[in-house]
């Protein structure tokens, strides 16, 4: 069964740092456009990075640039997303996913073919 489980959620203050995993089983990640997405109370799901399959194109919303950081390690078959400088407006469920035909783009597309059940990361003094 493809799965996708994400971890690394928590409560942290302002200015804190997260490191969120996204393992992949059941498949192998190698040739997979992973993405990560945010949704918080009452707003729509936003594209937060995307990485290519290759770890060669990586893309962020302007929201979180300079402050978060997407890597993958094929080893682990698993997605990174390292968040720092937290802020509380970066409250949300944060999801990862993972598709075989799509690009990895600025656009951040959602049209993934797998989504993790979420992780929800609390920022809050």
């Known amino acids: 069964q493809l799965q996708l489980v994400e971890s690394g959620g928590g409560l942290v203050q302002p200015g804190g740092s997260l490191r969120l995993s996204c393992a992949a089983s059941g498949f192998s990640l190698d040739y997979y456009t992973a993405g990560w997405f945010r949704q918080a109370p009452g707003k729509e799901r936003e594209g937060v990075s995307c990485i290519s399959a290759s770890g060669g194109i990586i893309a962020y919303a302007d929201s979180i640039k300079g402050r978060f950081t997407t890597s993958r390690d094929y080893a682990k078959n698993t997605v990174y997303l390292q968040m720092n400088s937290l802020k509380p407006e970066d409250t949300a469920v944060y999801y990862c996913?993972?598709?075989?035909?799509?690009?990895?783009?600025?656009?951040?597309?959602?049209?993934?073919?797998?989504w993790g059940q979420g992780t929800q990361v609390t920022v809050s003094s």
């Open positions: 996913a993972a598709d075989m035909a799509l690009y990895c783009s600025g656009y951040l597309r959602q049209e993934y073919d797998y």
